[in-house]
T-cell receptor, first 113, second 113 residues
Framework: NAGVTQTPKFRVLKTGQSMTLLCAQD?????MYWYRQDPGMGLRLIHY???????AKGEVPDGYNVSRLKKQNFLLGLESAAPSQTSVYFC????????????FGPGTRLLVL | DQQVKQNSPSLSVQEGRISILNCDYT??????FLWYKKYPAEGPTFLIS?????DKNEDGRFTVFLNKSAKHLSLHIVPSQPGDSAVYFC????????????FGTGTRLKVLA
């Protein structure tokens, strides 16, 4: 039981490049989330999904897109990376919504030059 | 506008003593609160939660107190151990709302041996 896994662990991009971060969970959770963590800012929700085929915007969605084609996977895309997107990205999943524990992946460290 | 605030970025405590981590919130609609612990290079892990119908919840060495009138919650760790050294995030949600948590900025706890 791997829990929540994230690929890649670390990536360096040049401004304007695109990339996709992959999150996978093997707990049959309905809800999945993408957060970013920046110094002094805590964890901020980018996008989330309440089930396969659904996505919704969080607090800081601009510059990101997401897809949930399969229940176990949640992809975060950066179409044209900017230095402001340098951050640590965490994926999380939960069985259902509020009052359910969110299980986090180990994070992806992204540096945009 | 930071709806969940952790005003102490860091805290140092001697091993065996009590650690008290504080969290304030501004949104009176929040009715469910959690604490997460995060070690370096790992994702956050769930620690303890409390519903707004309670003012205290205890789990082993960890106790969370909620003061709704003051919009304040605190996490007490007794006795503190070196392994408790981590960043602690509080988070809040509206249970009947949109399935998302608002996280605080985190407090780095260092337990000195």
């Amino acid at each position: 039981n791997a829990g929540v896994t994230q690929t890649p662990k670390f990536r360096v991009l040049k401004t304007g490049q695109s990339m996709t971060l992959l999150c996978a969970q093997d707990m049959n959770h309905e809800y999945m989330y993408w957060y970013r963590q920046d110094p002094g800012m805590g964890l901020r929700l980018i996008h989330y999904s309440v089930g396969e085929g659904t996505t919704a915007k969080g607090e800081v969605p601009d510059g990101y897109n997401v897809s949930r084609l399969k229940k176990q996977n949640f992809l975060l895309g950066l179409e044209s990376a900017a230095p402001s997107q340098t951050s640590v990205y965490f994926c999380a999943s939960s069985y259902s919504g509020p009052k359910e524990t969110q299980y986090f992946g180990p994070g992806t460290r992204l540096l945009v030059l | 506008d930071q709806q969940v605030k952790q005003n102490s970025p860091s805290l140092s405590v001697q091993e065996g003593r009590i650690s008290i981590l504080n969290c304030d919130y501004t949104n009176s609609m929040f009715d469910y609160f959690l604490w997460y612990k995060k070690y370096p290079a790992e994702g956050p892990t769930f620690l303890i939660s409390i519903s707004s119908i309670k003012d205290k919840n205890e789990d082993g060495r960890f106790t969370v107190f909620l003061n709704k009138s003051a919009k304040h919650l605190s996490l007490h760790i007794v006795p503190s151990q070196p392994g408790d050294s981590a960043v602690y995030f509080c988070a809040a949600s509206v249970v009947s709302g949109t399935y998302k948590y608002i996280f605080g900025t985190g407090t780095r706890l260092k337990v000195l041996a």
